[in-house]
């Protein structure tokens, strides 16, 4: 599999890029980016590669994807027969690596997101209740601009 390197484009020099997809399969390529990731997947299943682990994923799964981390979600064979039945809906929420550490380094407050995203170096995998859970506050995310996302997606890391 070939690798590529994404470039991200964050609007409007938000710190957030926060999207709905919606799509009759995942097309994205085994890639990386600088940026973290947050991956809910809320229609869809198939094989996930993220760095060196490989397992399966399916609705309700989320995950963190640290920076430069490569990653991959492969549908499952019935996604690719044309069959609208078959379809994904995830929410991807992409952010930079140095996010929080300028607030970690002034506020104390924020050690526990920068510890978060020194374990997400590997990737961290949500399922059941806590999937779940966040997953109700992603879905809000998509609802909210300007500050009230920012403050709500803070909220997110800090509970993940």
């Not at 094989?47 to 682990?53: A, H, K, Q």
């Not at 929420?93 to 590997?122: H, W």
């Not at 879905?139 to 997110?156: C, P, T, V, Y």
Request: with cysteine; aromatic share 12%; charged share 20%.
């Amino acid at each position: 599999m070939k690798l590529m390197h994404e470039q991200v484009d964050l609007p409007g020099g938000s710190p957030l890029k926060v999207k709905w997809d919606d799509f009759p399969h995942f097309t994205f390529p085994w890639h990386y980016h600088s940026e973290y990731e947050i991956d809910y997947i809320v229609k869809s299943h198939g094989t996930r590669y993220v760095g060196d682990n490989v397992g399966e994923f399916s609705e309700g799964n989320l995950v963190l994807v640290g920076s430069n981390v490569p990653h991959l979600w492969k549908n499952a064979p019935e996604f690719y027969n044309n069959d609208p039945s078959y379809h994904v809906n995830a929410i991807v929420i992409q952010f930079p690596g140095d996010f929080v550490q300028g607030l970690r380094n002034s506020y104390p407050e924020f050690q526990n997101i920068q510890e978060l995203l020194v374990r997400a170096e590997r990737g961290i995998c949500f399922m059941g209740k806590d999937a779940e859970l966040l997953g109700r506050e992603l879905m809000h995310l998509l609802k909210l601009k300007g500050m009230e996302r920012l403050l709500a997606f803070i909220k997110i890391l800090e509970q993940m």
